[in-house]
């Protein structure tokens, strides 16, 4: 059971097999790793989903102003703007990705999905998308299950995380999630799902990790909105059977091996990329210079 989350193709057979459904394979796999029944599952997502909402309305109400001064309220800027370059609704999802990411820069509380960097990304999707389709919170939880097996393949088979795969493996996991987590709760088939899968991660594909100074914020908080964005136009190409012509599990080695060659500087260290510009070179100066004046005398000496 425990190999069955190394592969796309398993995921599914394995599904097929025991006739069940996706997300049932996931409870399997979450009571069998850690002994918790579908009942504990189910409230601890509940109160994941409840935090993603109350980071959405945190980042459109309160002050978002990091230390650094690189987040300066974003997020509420951009859902006030009077002109929607498309619609309201993709004015809500690009605000709302913002807005929970940038609660996660000024140090509030997020739902790390996968990744605190990339937790703008599932509550910027999943709230458009419950507002716009009125799906119930029953199904928002069914798709937050799904979205955990995407992100525990993905995982296996590549990597999560900025700095073991770049920015592709931290956003890009969050916004084939995302993706899966559309297509599932607008009716797609498992095929459909995966297929958001690969269409999405073929749009990060070999995306750096250059977060300026160190920090993420820049160029973090921008990504969440635009991988928001992606998640919903693979979800669009998917739902109409437009295939990804490379198979999800491919798509995923593919995005394993550039995370495996890509250079050090761009895997969260600061030294290549936006940290390596000027600008970004002398934000990194002001902000170190800022912490070691706010440091007590003893920790200078
Ligand atoms: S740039 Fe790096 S730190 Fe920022 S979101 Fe991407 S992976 Fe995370």
Redesign the pocket.
């Known amino acids: 059971m425990a190999l069955l989350f190394e592969s796309f193709d398993e995921w599914k057979s394995y599904c097929h097999q025991k006739k069940i459904s996706l997300t049932d394979a996931v409870i399997e796999y979450e009571t069998e790793q850690k002994g918790r029944n579908r009942e504990q599952i189910l409230q601890g997502l509940a109160k994941a989903w409840s935090v993603m909402k109350d980071a959405v309305r945190t980042g459109l109400e309160e002050d978002m102003t990091s230390r650094s001064g690189m987040v300066n309220n974003g997020a509420k800027k951009v859902y006030r703007y009077p002109k929607a370059v498309l619609s309201k609704e993709f004015q809500n999802l690009i605000s709302r990705a913002l807005a929970a990411k940038e609660v996660n820069s000024c140090m509030g509380r997020v739902v790390a999905a996968p990744?605190a960097?990339?937790s703008g990304i599932m509550p910027g999707v999943l709230f458009t998308l419950q507002e716009i389709h009125g799906i119930d919170d029953e199904k928002i939880l069914d798709a937050m299950l799904l979205a955990a097996g995407i992100a525990l393949i993905i995982e296996q088979k590549a990597s999560i995380a900025?700095a073991v795969g770049g920015?592709q493996a931290?956003?890009g996991t969050a916004a084939a999630m995302g993706a899966g987590a559309i297509v599932y709760c607008l009716g797609g088939t498992t095929d459909q799902i995966f297929n958001g899968v690969a269409i999405t991660i073929q749009c990060m594909l070999g995306l750096v990790?250059?977060?300026v100074a160190g920090l993420?914020e820049v160029?973090?908080i921008v990504?969440n909105a635009s991988a928001a964005a992606i998640a919903n136009s693979s979800a669009q190409i998917a739902l109409a059977d437009v295939s990804s012509v490379i198979p999800v599990d491919e798509v995923i080695e593919a995005m394993g091996e550039i995370g495996a060659s890509m250079e050090t500087r761009y895997k969260?260290t600061a030294l290549g990329g936006l940290a390596a510009t000027k600008t970004g070179q002398a934000i990194s100066k002001k902000v170190l210079i800022r912490d070691i004046e706010v440091l007590p005398d003893e920790d200078v000496k």
């Open positions: 990744t960097g990339a900025g920015c931290e956003t990790c250059d977060p993420v160029p973090c990504r969260e």
